[in-house]
C-alpha cells in the first residue's frame, strides 16, 4: 500500500486530522503505535506519510517528515511565514512593540511580513508618522498597507499567503482576525475570540488548528508570540535579530563586540550616519538592557 502525504491540521488525543496535500480533503488518522513507543507525538503543522485502507475512513500515520522548524506556544511546526499586523492608530503601537515581536521571529529564523492596518483612520498629520514607519521598516521587510474597511490590498495579502503556512502575530485590536476575514471571509476563526476568553478568565488553550484558505494555504486559528517578553533570548545573540546591524559590525573592532559600550562599533557609526535607523538602535539597547535586568536577578 503506497502513503499519502498530508499536513496535520489538529491535534487530539490519539487523532490527528490530516489535510492531504494533493486531494486538499481532511481525515483523520490515529497514530502508529511505534510513535508511542518512540514518545514522538505529531504536532499541528507536521507533514506527515499515511496510509488508508479504502473500507475504512480512518487513516494510519506511518511517518512524520522532518520538521523545519517548530514554534511553542502555541506549537505549531514548519511555519513558512509571521504575518506581523501592526497599527499607529486605535491601538497606537509602540515602535519598541514592533521590535520585539520581529525580534521573536527572527529568533526562530521565519520570514516576516510585515501589515500596516488601519490606513483608514491616519489623517493628513499622521502621514509623518506613517512615513517614519515606512523609512524603518520597508527597508527592513516587505510591508504591506492595509484597511480592512476599505479592503485595501485584499490580493497582495491574499498573494503572500497562499500556499504557505502562516501565523499572524501583533497586539490586540490591531485587526488580525479582520484581516483574515477580509481575505478570506466565513473562514472558521477561533482568533477573534482570545481577549474575550481572556477577560472571562477562561482556560485558554495553547493548542492550535491550522486553517485552510479556499484559495491554499494554512493559516494558525491562534495569534504566534502571545508573549513577546525576551525572556527567552541571551543578550550575546539580540543582535543577531537585528539583521541589519551585521554588515556593519565587520567595521567593529572587536569581533564579539555587541554594540552597546565599546569603542570602535561600526553599528554605532552606521547609526551616526544614519544607515541604521536611530529608532532600532534605541529599541535594540531597550531590549538589551531589559535582558540583562532580567539575568541580574537571578
Ligand atoms: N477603522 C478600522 N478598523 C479596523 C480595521 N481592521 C480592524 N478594525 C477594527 O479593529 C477592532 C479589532 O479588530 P480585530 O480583528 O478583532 O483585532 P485582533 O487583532 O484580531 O484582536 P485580538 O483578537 O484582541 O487579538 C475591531 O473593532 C475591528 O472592526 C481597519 O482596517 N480599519
Ligand atoms: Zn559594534
Redesign the pocket.
Known amino acids: 500500500m503506497s502513503w499519502n502525504k498530508g499536513i496535520v491540521t489538529r491535534f487530539h488525543s490519539n487523532m490527528a486530522t490530516v489535510n492531504d496535500l494533493k486531494t486538499n480533503t481532511s481525515l483523520e488518522c490515529v497514530l502508529r503505535g511505534k510513535f508511542k513507543v518512540q514518545k514522538i507525538r505529531p504536532i499541528v503543522g507536521d507533514y506527515i506519510e499515511y496510509s488508508k485502507d479504502d473500507n475504512n475512513p480512518i487513516g494510519k500515520i506511518e511517518n512524520i517528515l522532518e520538521r523545519k522548524n517548530i514554534l511553542y506556544r502555541p506549537s505549531i511546526a514548519n511555519l513558512d511565514q509571521v504575518i506581523l499586523?501592526t497599527t499607529l492608530k486605535y491601538p497606537e503601537v509602540d515602535f519598541l512593540i514592533v521590535d520585539k515581536f520581529i525580534v521573536q521571529a527572527e529568533k526562530e529564523d521565519l520570514d516576516i511580513i510585515i501589515v500596516l492596518?488601519?490606513i483608514?483612520?491616519l489623517t493628513d498629520e499622521d502621514q509623518k508618522l506613517k512615513e517614519k514607519f515606512l523609512n524603518i521598516y520597508s527597508n527592513l521587510y516587505t510591508v504591506i498597507e492595509?484597511?480592512?474597511?476599505q479592503n485595501l490590498n485584499v490580493e497582495i495579502i491574499r498573494e503572500k499567503m497562499k500556499n504557505k503556512v502562516s501565523t499572524l502575530a501583533?497586539m490586540?485590536?490591531?485587526?488580525?482576525?479582520?484581516i483574515l476575514n477580509m481575505i478570506n471571509p466565513g473562514l472558521k476563526l477561533r482568533?477573534?475570540n482570545?481577549?474575550d476568553k481572556l477577560k472571562r478568565g477562561k482556560h485558554t488553550t495553547t493548542h492550535s488548528e491550522l486553517l485552510r484558505f479556499d484559495f491554499g494555504g494554512f493559516v494558525a486559528d491562534t495569534?504566534g508570540f502571545a508573549n513577546i517578553e525576551t525572556y527567552n533570548i541571551e543578550k550575546e545573540n539580540l543582535k543577531d535579530y537585528f539583521y541589519e546591524f551585521y554588515q556593519y559590525s565587520r567595521y567593529c573592532q572587536f569581533v564579539d563586540c555587541q554594540h552597546v559600550n565599546e569603542p570602535n562599533c561600526g553599528v554605532k557609526a552606521a547609526v551616526r550616519q544614519e544607515e541604521i535607523s536611530q529608532s532600532r538602535y534605541d529599541n535594540y539597547l531597550s531590549i538589551y538592557s531589559e535582558i540583562e535586568k532580567k539575568v541580574k536577578k537571578w
Open positions: 499586523v492596518n488601519k483608514d483612520l492595509t484597511s480592512t474597511k501583533g490586540s485590536g490591531v485587526g488580525k482576525s479582520s482568533i477573534g482570545i481577549s495569534p
